[in-house]
């Protein structure tokens, strides 16, 4: 089966302009995360769709980063305006079910983001 | 909250060397207990999975047992091989949508 797609691989910005990042998840997955992994760190969960609801934005900084799932496939995530610190790889990952123990993520290979 | 500790890297081992990577953790409830690996230029794949305590996963020669008394979920493998080189990571999920927790990885580097 094709995995979870991911684009672009890299990009580099400067502080205060946008970036979108773009997700294709495997067929079929109804489950899709956004992970922000930070140098030396594990990965952090930003937001959980289920279909094209939200589940879980608890940690999500709302005020400059959105995300959106329409048609409960694709999903896109933004950041405006970023900021030094928003410097990581964003993760998108998706699961069949609300991830589990019988139904574990598969994750793309992330896009490395750095800010300037 | 819910937290993951690991060991910290970077671990460096030649071939056929045993290998141990602590992980513990802190739950409020019953977690589940994972380890992800990532290999160089690759994503994150699941490498094995308990549910409960006492239950051991095993995938690829690696093994860990879930002991709820001391809160751990140790990685072993007997004899690593060049190609088990990679950042793994202990994660932990809980909740009703299995809000997964993640360690802050550790590399292993395997020398032939």
């Known amino acids: 089966e094709a995995g979870v797609a991911q684009s672009p691989r890299y990009k580099i910005i400067e502080k205060r302009q946008s970036v979108a990042f773009w997700c294709n998840p495997i067929?079929?997955?109804?489950?899709l995360y956004w992970y922000q992994q930070i140098l030396g760190q594990g990965p952090k969960l930003l937001i959980q769709?289920?279909?094209?609801?939200?589940?879980?934005d608890s940690q999500l900084p709302k005020d400059r980063f959105s995300a959106e799932r329409l048609k409960g496939v694709d999903s896109t995530l933004k950041i405006q305006p970023a900021k030094l610190e928003d410097s990581a790889v964003y993760l998108c990952?998706?699961?069949?079910?609300?991830?589990?123990?019988?139904?574990?993520?598969?994750f793309g290979n992330g896009t490395r983001l750095t800010v300037t | 909250g819910n937290s993951v500790t690991q060991m910290e890297g970077p671990v460096t081992l030649s071939e056929e060397a045993f290998l141990t990577i602590n992980c513990t953790y802190t739950?409020?409830?019953?977690?589940?207990l994972f380890w992800y690996v990532q290999y160089p230029g690759e994503g994150l794949q699941l490498l094995l999975k308990?549910?409960?305590?006492?239950d051991k996963g095993s995938n690829k020669g690696f093994e860990a047992t879930y002991r709820k008394e001391t809160t751990s979920f140790h990685l072993e493998k007997g004899s690593v091989q060049v190609s088990d080189s990679a950042v793994y990571f202990c994660?932990?999920?809980?909740?009703?949508?299995?809000?997964?927790?993640f360690g802050k990885g550790t590399l292993l580097t395997v020398n032939p």
């Open positions: 739950a409020t409830g019953y977690p589940s």
């Open positions: 994660a932990l999920s809980e909740g009703s949508n299995y809000k997964l927790t």
């Open positions: 308990a549910t409960k305590a006492d």
């Open positions: 769709f289920q279909n094209n609801g939200v589940v879980d």
């Open positions: 067929s079929g997955h109804a489950t």
């Open positions: 990952a998706s699961s069949l079910d609300p991830g589990g123990f019988n139904s574990p993520l598969h």
